[in-house]
Nanobody
Framework: QVQLVESGGGLVQPGGSLRLSCAAS????????MGWYRQAPGKQREFVAR???????SYVDSVKGRFTISRDVARNTVYLRMDSLQPDDTAIYYC?????????WGQGAQVTVSS
């Protein structure tokens, strides 16, 4: 049973920064890709960022230049560094992983951007 555990969410003022962490219960190279999705109140879950096993990264247009996805293989952890946060970034952020058989979700981390 694969587990993805997020941490690092919280309340931040507009323009501030946060870093989310997603710790996996097995070697992250066993996944084809890992990434982050988010779901704001009343909206559908949307893709935010992804890193594939080869290291290539991709982002939704609305976060390009502000968010950075990275990984620490030794810690089996993927990070999402979020800078210049805006109220529209308020959402529950979910870690996501895909392997050859199926996909997995974390439990979610709340990020609230408000003054």
């Amino acid at each position: 049973q694969v587990q993805l555990v997020e941490s690092g969410g919280g309340l931040v003022q507009p323009g501030g920064s946060l870093r989310l962490s997603c710790a996996a219960s097995r070697n992250i190279f066993s996944f084809n890709a890992m990434g982050w999705y988010r779901q704001a109140p009343g909206k559908q879950r949307e893709f935010v960022a992804r890193i594939i096993s080869g290291g290539f990264t991709s982002y939704v247009d609305s976060v390009k230049g502000r968010f950075t996805i990275s990984r620490d293989v030794a810690r089996n952890t993927v990070y999402l560094r979020m800078d210049s946060l805006q109220p529209d970034d308020t959402a529950i952020y979910y870690c996501h992983a895909v392997d050859v058989r199926t996909y997995y979700w974390g439990q979610g981390a709340q990020v609230t951007v408000s003054s």
